[in-house]
Structures are given as C-alpha cells and as structure tokens.
C-alpha cells in the first residue's frame, strides 16, 4: 500500500447536466488532489451552489461546498483544493472548495461535482481533476 | 464501514471509519460516540440543517464532547435564519467566508488524534427552535487503533 501514483484528467468538452460523475479507481484507495472548472449560468433566476460529494451507495458525504450563491447569466471559475482558504469578499469570478486531504475513496464511490438549483442550459466547462491513488495489495 | 490503510506519508498505521448518522428529532441535536478501541480524529464531517418559520439565529458549532467537559472545535461564523436549509461541511482545511448571500459554511475542525474511546462528537446548534431539524450527517473518522 506504500506505493501512489497520480491521475490528472481533463476536457473542454461542456456539459449541460446538474451533474459530472468521476468513477473510483478500481483496485486502489484514492484521494481527490485538486479539481478546476468553469460554470456558466443561463438567464434563470435561481441560486447555484456547487457540491463535491463521495457518493457510496445511497449516501453522499459532502467534502466540500461552494459559499455564495452563483447567480444567473454569470461565469465563475471553480478551483477545489486542500490547502486554500475561500474567497474574502465580493465580487470575484473565481472561487475557491476547500476539502480534506486523506485518502477516503474506495472502489465503488463515486466523485460528484453537482450543481444545486441547476437551471436547464447550465453548464460545465474546462473540467479537470487530479487524483492520487494507492494500489490495494 | 472499516478499512485498513497503511499511510505512507503518517506516524503509523491508521483505519478510516466512514459513519453515516441518523436523523436526530426534530428540534434535537446530534452527538455521536467516538469509535471504539482507537485515537480518533475526524477527517471530514458533512451535514444539513433545515430552519422552521420562527425568527432566530441558529449558530452551528462542532465539540468535542469529554467526560466532564466540552470543548468547541469548530464554529460557523455566521447563524443560519428562519426557513433555510443550509450545507455545512467540517474538515481541517476549512476556511472562513465573509460575503453574502451565503449557501454553505465550511467550518474548520483541528482535531487529530483528540477523541479517545467515551469521548463523543456532537453538533450543537445556538438557538436551535422546535422543529428545525438536522439530516444527512456523515463522519469520515480517522482511528489509530490501540494496540492489543
């Protein structure tokens, strides 16, 4: 178990869902390094708040969460770390998840980035995430 | 749920403990015994809390509940209103927000090693009316397991 290796992942391709799923590396215990994205609201009124959830089974554990409401027709860039502290004071157009630093996934989680109050036609932009993992013997 | 993990990168051998918590009653608290047999910390800590109608400020706290003594570990820094349902997430990274509109409160929780077996986690709400009502609560524990 004394051995790691790290995955980064990313893609231009947008995504107009509530939702982008990441699937647990099989074999091993791994831990969420750091996430970026971008969220562009369309002109529906409604408060956004963006989620990084381990989903096991029914249960999501909500490892970190966005603070302020991300308004209509407004693009936000999102950076989720473990060693950053959130955004002081408005306005800003970029944002800050901090979540923990341990290895909590298993195999059979999966990693949510949801958006709450999703408004159809939001979507997800230049989505990129870092996992670091240790081989199950 | 319990697993083995040998950190590379810790003082020893650790488990982690993923916990999911039942719904307190309405207008109730939370408190959860630290598991047994083991140095616990609390690596992350989820929950929600939905407000009623009546007017008052709800302030979320996190403690260490000892034999004889408490001690807060973490505070949100802002209360929750009448008629809200807000997210809450503990962990040792946490920070601290000051604009508004605020939809979450991340609350930092220094707690390593600190919940020995008796000791409990709980969650207190400042203010707490009769029929808000606390859900979905997950604790990811960290346990450095007594040796036998």
């Avoid at chain 2, 982690?16 to 207008?27: C, D, F, K, L, T």
């Avoid at chain 2, 015994?33 to 008052?56: E, Y």
């Amino acid at each position: 178990m004394s051995v790691f290796a790290h995955t980064l992942e990313y893609t231009n391709v947008a995504k107009v869902t509530a939702q982008w799923d990441i699937s647990a590396p099989l074999n091993a215990r791994s831990e969420l390094v750091m996430a970026s994205f971008q969220i562009q609201t369309v002109v529906a009124a409604a408060d956004r708040v963006v989620h990084v959830s381990i989903v096991r089974g029914a249960n999501a554990h909500v490892l970190g969460s966005s603070c302020f409401a991300h308004v209509a027709s407004t693009t936000w860039n999102y950076i989720v770390g473990q060693h950053g502290s959130l955004n002081p004071l408005a306005p800003f157009t970029d944002l800050y998840i901090p979540i923990c630093s341990l290895p909590l996934i298993t195999p059979g989680d999966t990693i949510r980035f949801l958006i709450h109050n999703h408004q159809a036609g939001d979507s997800w932009h230049y989505r990129a995430h870092a996992l670091k993992f240790w081989n199950l013997e | 749920m319990r697993d083995n993990l040998v950190s590379p990168f810790d003082i020893g051998n650790f488990t982690v403990e993923y916990v999911i918590g039942a719904n307190p009653a309405a207008g109730a608290l939370y408190s959860a015994a630290s598991p047994g047999n083991a140095r616990a910390g609390v690596i992350s800590l989820s929950f929600k809390l939905v407000t009623d109608a009546n007017v008052a400020s709800r302030y979320i706290e996190v403690i260490h509940n000892r034999p004889g003594y408490t001690s807060v570990i973490g505070a949100a820094y802002l209360g929750q209103a009448a008629t809200e349902t807000r997210q809450y997430v503990a962990h040792q990274g946490g920070g601290v927000s000051t604009a508004t509109p605020v939809k979450a409160i991340v609350l930092s929780i220094p707690s390593d090693g600190i919940f020995l077996e008796g000791h409990r986690l709980d969650i207190g709400v400042t203010g707490i009316q009769a029929t808000d009502q606390l859900s979905d609560i997950r604790i990811f524990w960290k346990l450095w397991p007594y040796e036998q």
